[in-house]
């Protein structure tokens, strides 16, 4: 909390005004960088022309671009995941990354480009494959998660493709 009182030029009595504990001002940031991340999903969707598999593989490999380098961010993701506090909120963050991309998987079914498969399943797995590769990076300095995007994203899309 001194840390991050001294980075906003702010007292760390003001910043507990604002924030009762570590963990909820993790929380905000958390949710400020969901907000962020599922407008620059909805920006790639309004300007990708194109079947729905590569859409879902363009905002994967997006999510990774944002955060794969952010080594404080995924630490503090690791430690605050399990935070009773929190875990309502980070379930709401997987919920709505699971309905963003399962209307897409949805409309991909429909258009026949992904096979009949249960679109929230899809999505899980999708989001459980950028995760795979990020906590990797986490505890692996050495792995870069980016690198490895491109094989696994061929991988599991021949898997969903019609």
Do not use: N
Not at 22 to 32: D, H, M, P, T, Y
Not at 43 to 61: F, P
Not at 70 to 80: K, M, S, V
Not at 105 to 124: D, H
């Amino acid at each position: 909390m001194d840390d991050v009182a001294r980075t906003a030029g702010v007292s760390k009595g003001s910043l507990y005004w604002h924030f009762r504990s570590k963990a909820e001002l993790f929380g905000g940031l958390c949710e400020a960088w969901a907000l962020e991340l599922f407008q620059a999903w909805q920006r790639e969707a309004e300007a990708h022309e194109g079947d729905v598999v590569a859409l879902v593989g363009r905002v994967g490999e997006l999510s990774l671009e944002r955060i794969a380098d952010q080594g404080d961010l995924l630490r503090a993701w690791a430690e605050f995941i399990v935070h009773r506090e929190l875990q309502e909120q980070f379930a709401g963050i997987y919920r709505e990354s699971r309905r963003v991309l399962g209307e897409w998987i949805r409309r991909g079914i429909a258009a026949g480009e992904i096979r009949e498969l249960e679109p929230e399943s899809v999505a899980a797995a999708a989001t459980a494959g950028i995760e795979g590769l990020l906590i990797q990076a986490l505890v692996d300095d050495q792995f870069d998660a980016r690198a490895h995007w491109r094989t696994w994203w061929d991988i599991f899309s021949r898997g969903i493709a019609a």
